[in-house]
Every structure is written in C-alpha cells, then in structure tokens.
C-alpha cells in the first residue's frame, strides 16, 4: 500500500517562493507516475504538474496556466517528489495535493497524466497562503 506525505505549504506573501515535497512510504518514488493538483476556496480540484515515471521517463507535463512559474521534480535518492513553487500570487491560494500511480506506457500518461481519476494514492494536502 502506497502512502504519500505533502508537507511545505505555509503563508507567504506575493512573490515569494514556496517548495512542496511529497514523501513515499515505499521508500522509492521512481516506479510511480507523480502528479501535484491543487483546490481553491469554493473551486475544483485542479491539475498542477505531473512526473512520469522512471521507467519509462523522464517527462513533465504542466497546466497551461503555469507558464513556468512551478517546477516538478524527483530528488536523487527517489523519496520524495518536489513541486518547486515561484513568484507566488494571492491566486495560488490552496490546499495542494500530491498524488500516484501507475498509469502504465507513455501514451497513457500523455493523455490521463492531468486527470484527477488517474490516481489512486493521495495525501491529505498542503494549505499555501499567498496573501499581502
């Protein structure tokens, strides 16, 4: 049974830069395709970046509304997944979510990687405030 950890979320202020980390209880992270979503107040959870697995990777996929503000990573060792959070905006106030699983080749990831039914294992988020 996979469990996943978020942990890194706090309240900053606008331009500032947050790092989130989701750490795996199985102790390697590699075998499983990685996916950050967030929630609003009052709005859906929605897709932020993803990761593909070891595998079959490297890629990253992210929502066209990042522009290249966050970045998605795995740490050397396979522990822990990072979402790399820049120049923050009262926006991207939410509860952040890491999620896993494997969705099988390269084809799948590419078209379910930003679906939040895709996952089956989810940690109970993260709040990041981003307030002046």
């Known amino acids: 049974q996979v469990q996943v950890v978020e942990s890194g979320g706090g309240v900053v202020q606008p331009g500032d830069s947050l790092r989130l980390s989701c750490l795996f209880s199985v102790g390697t992270s590699s075998r499983y395709d990685v996916a950050w979503f967030r929630q609003g107040p009052g709005k859906e959870r929605e897709f932020v970046a993803a990761?593909?697995?070891?595998?079959?990777?490297?890629?990253?996929r992210y929502a066209d509304w990042l522009k290249g503000q966050f970045t998605i990573s795995r740490d050397s060792e396979r522990t822990t997944v990072y979402l790399q959070m820049d120049n923050l905006k009262p926006e991207d106030t939410a509860v952040y979510y890491c999620?896993?699983?494997?969705?099988?080749?390269?084809?799948?990831?590419?078209?379910?990687?930003?679906?939040?039914?895709?996952?089956?294992?989810w940690g109970q988020g993260t709040q990041v405030t981003v307030s002046s």
């Open positions: 999620a896993a699983d494997r969705l099988g080749n390269a084809d799948r990831w590419n078209r379910y990687a930003s679906d939040v039914r895709s996952y089956m294992y």
């Open positions: 990761i593909l697995n070891d595998r079959v990777g490297p890629a990253t």
